[in-house]
């Protein structure tokens, strides 16, 4: 079958890979109906992980039932269903938690699984025909059949249910105000996820025109872009002092307002990966909460400097303390929240599909890796239906 595979930095292909198999009495095997690229992809693209060659991609998988294992007794073949982009086993003590994201049985010697990424076990991701689904009666979660939602459904993979997170590890309350720093994907998510917890204000902060004004338009947020001046000002001026809550939406591949923007283009000489985390302290008013579902690594091989190379960034923490706030971060326990909005999909009460700008085949998948990377106008997020 064909697969997107990743070959280094900046390059992936479409090749001809084995077809996944039964493995274990508990797993089922899907034939991929949509698979989604990720902005948590694009740091495996760049090089800025420890990924080796070879590694299929695709943590964003939904299809259709096509082998069920003997010990499967919850789901059939013909099932349409969408999985987590975590791999989990539903018994250890994080699982039982509700910590889905941060399973103990799945990837010996981590806390956390999931398909097609790097240090997050042996899982093959789903950027092709078939998928192995592990653990599948406690994985999968069905949906209607039809091919009716089918965007929407997608995205509670990954990015809808992770912009929700990050309103909740900041524990947004209805009539709250909110600043999201970033609009690609996940940060709209959470502007969205914030519009429908009843937020007061939403402040939207990026330096995408085509990203701002899509979050604008669809979660009334108000627009800030960080090349236009220090969106700290910007959203204190427009807010009058600091807003209740904040969630970073972008990660340690930031940019950092101050360095010259030379051209629309992104260039990685322009990171600073603390750079978020300290605008947020500044954003949020003392005592607020700061969600943090931006990705954070160990270990980045491309960092600015030898601290950030280990992960070790200079954050405001004397600030933070004298503030008061409260911040949550990790990765999404995405079965803490899919089903109820899958639920609000189906009712009508939620429709997150604004988001897609592109459903594609499998082939063309290198070229869209490559617009997605340089957040080209009006690239948000990618669909492929190998
Ligand atoms: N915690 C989780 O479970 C989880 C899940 C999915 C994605 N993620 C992470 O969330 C982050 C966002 O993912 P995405 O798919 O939206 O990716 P993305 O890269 O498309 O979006 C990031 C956006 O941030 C903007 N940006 C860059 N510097 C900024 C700054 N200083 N201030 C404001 N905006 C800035 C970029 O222009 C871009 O639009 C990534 O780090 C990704 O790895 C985490
Ligand atoms: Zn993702
Ligand atoms: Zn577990």
Known sequence: MEAVVYQGENDVAVEEVDEPEIEHPNDVVIDITTTCI???DLHMYEGRTAAEPGIVFGHENMGVVEQVGDAVSTIEEGDRIVLPFNVACGFCQNCEGGYTGFCTNVNPGFAGGAY????????????????????????????????EHEDSFS??????????????????????????????????MAAYSAKLQGASEIYSVDRVPSRLDMVEENCDAIPINFEDGDPVEQIKDAHGGGV??????????????????????????????????????????????????????????????????????????GKLFEKGQRLGTGQCNVK?????LRDMIIEGRADPSFVVSHRVGLDEAPDMYEAFDN????VTKVLLEP
Not at 132 to 147: I, Q, S, W
Not at 159 to 177: D, V, Y
């Open 336 to 340: 803490q929240y899919n089903r109820r």
């Open 116 to 147: 097609g990424y790097v240090a997050m076990g042996p899982y093959k991701g789903g950027q092709a025909e078939k998928l192995r689904v592990p653990y599948a009666d406690f994985n999968a979660l069905k949906l209607p059949e039809g091919n």
């Open 38 to 40: 990720c902005g948590s």
């Open 244 to 317: 209740d809550k904040g969630v970073d939406a972008v990660g340690y591949q930031a940019i950092d307002p101050e360095t010259d923007p030379g051209s629309d283009a992104y260039d990685p000489a322009r990171e600073n990966p603390a750079v978020v985390l300290n605008q947020l302290i500044q954003t949020v008013r003392p005592t607020g909460e700061l969600g943090i579902p931006g990705l954070y690594v160990p270990s980045d091989p491309g960092a600015p400097d030898e601290m950030a190379a280990q992960g070790r960034l200079g954050i405001d923490f």
């Open 375 to 378: 957040r080209e106008e009006g």
């Open 155 to 188: 995205l509670l993979a990954d990015i809808f249910p992770t912009g929700w997170h990050g309103t909740r590890l900041a524990n947004l309350q209805p009539g709250e105000s909110i600043a999201i720093y970033g609009a690609g994907p996940v940060g709209m």
